[in-house]
């Protein structure tokens, strides 16, 4: 078929091997974001039905606390609440993963 073995089984040993963590670099400018986004990690409303509760988001108000407790200045809180809310849209899918 044209498929060579070797090549083919090297593949399937690699697929089999844990995926290793990736270095990752925070710009400066996102890293209050980042901050208010890991200090309210467990600030998240969440809705419970039958069976099941799901991760709706960050509390708005725990999220405004954070911003007032870490000195973020009132200019750049509108920035910082988009970033957050783009780190919650990502982080929202994987605390609502079910097995």
Avoid: H
């Amino acid at each position: 078929m044209g498929a060579d073995p070797d090549r083919a089984r090297s593949g399937a040993q690699q697929a089999d091997e844990p995926l290793q963590p990736q270095a990752w670099e925070l710009p400066p400018e996102l890293w209050p974001a980042w901050e208010c986004f890991v200090c309210c990690w467990s600030q998240w409303r969440v809705v419970v039905g039958i069976g099941v509760a799901y991760y709706e988001g960050i509390d708005r108000a725990s999220l405004l606390s954070t911003m007032d407790m870490l000195g973020i200045q009132r200019s750049k809180r509108r920035a910082v609440l988009m970033q957050v809310q783009i780190l919650e849209s990502e982080a929202k899918l994987l605390r609502n993963e079910r097995d």
